[in-house]
């Protein structure tokens, strides 16, 4: 237990000065308070948005349309980076035109999304999926292309169907790495979305952050800020338990 709390303190160090530091430099006056408050006022901001109901809103929308395009581009990109991975000749094909689209920033491309599919939900989705597909796609086929040749051929020479083969050994070695790109997808997710919803959206956290700098309600943009950043560390943290879980067998006993 002693050494939990240890090392419980030791992560919560930087955050403690960090956020001491945010709400003694506004009351010194080492920064203007008008445009970084006290993170205290921070917090009272945060505290009404959540009271009137505002920040669940905005938080549900974001969450619906990031975790909604998250999903897709997961059981998307994961069979197909193993599909590309196992198969030279597709990869030979495809090589290029991937090179090409995962160089190609998600962002650049939002008026093509908007000006394709319009401005409500499908666009926003849509460029979620598009930003997320490249690092998972890119992480499973690297991992199946590294996969331990040793054991391939040990494998096969027990007449393991391919199936078989991926299940107990593609699969399994490849976890790591994938799960690398998810947990990357994972963070573009939410920061390519905060920014698709900064133009031509009516609910969300990017709204919301875009709406109260406009209307010079600081304390409620940071508000919505540090709401990102929680659903960011929150949502890793998720990803790297399940990462866990599915990479047991690599502990030893």
């Known amino acids: ?119 409500g939900e499908t666009s926003k989705v849509s460029i979620v999926v598009y930003a997320c597909v490249w690092p998972i796609l890119l992480n499973t086929i690297s991992a199946v292309g590294n996969a331990d040749p040793t054991l391939v051929r040990l494998a096969r020479s027990m007449d393991l169907s391919t199936p078989r083969l991926f299940q107990k050994v593609i699969l399994p070695a490849s976890v790591p790495a994938i799960f690398t790109g998810i947990r990357l997808a994972g963070a573009v997710s939410i920061l390519v979305l905060v920014a698709a919803e900064m133009i031509g959206a009516k609910a969300g956290l990017g709204y919301l952050i875009n709406a109260s700098q406009f209307n010079f309600a600081i304390p409620q943009m940071y508000a919505g800020i540090v709401t990102i950043s929680a659903i960011g560390v929150a949502f890793n943290q998720l990803l790297v338990t399940i990462e866990r879980r599915l990479s047991l067998w690599r502990v030893p006993a």
Do not use: C
């Not at 050494?3 to 530091?21: C, I, M, N, P």
């Not at 959540?50 to 059981?75: D, E, Y």
């Not at 990869?91 to 962002?107: D, I, K, Q, S």
């Open 1 to 119: 237990m002693a050494r939990g709390l240890k090392a419980v303190g030791l992560r919560s160090a930087a955050l403690l000065a960090l956020l001491a530091v945010w709400e003694t430099a506004p009351r010194l006056g080492l920064v203007d308070a008008t445009f970084l408050p006290p993170v205290s006022v921070v917090g009272q901001a945060w505290w009404e948005l959540l009271g009137n109901g505002q920040l669940a809103q905005h938080t549900g929308a974001s969450l619906t349309r990031s975790f909604g395009g998250f999903g897709i581009a997961v059981a998307v990109a994961v069979p197909l980076g193993l599909l590309i991975g196992w198969y030279r000749p597709v990869a030979a094909l495809l090589g290029p035109l991937l090179e090409v689209f995962r160089n190609t920033a998600a962002l650049a491309l939002l008026p093509v999304f908007v000006l394709l599919l319009g401005i």
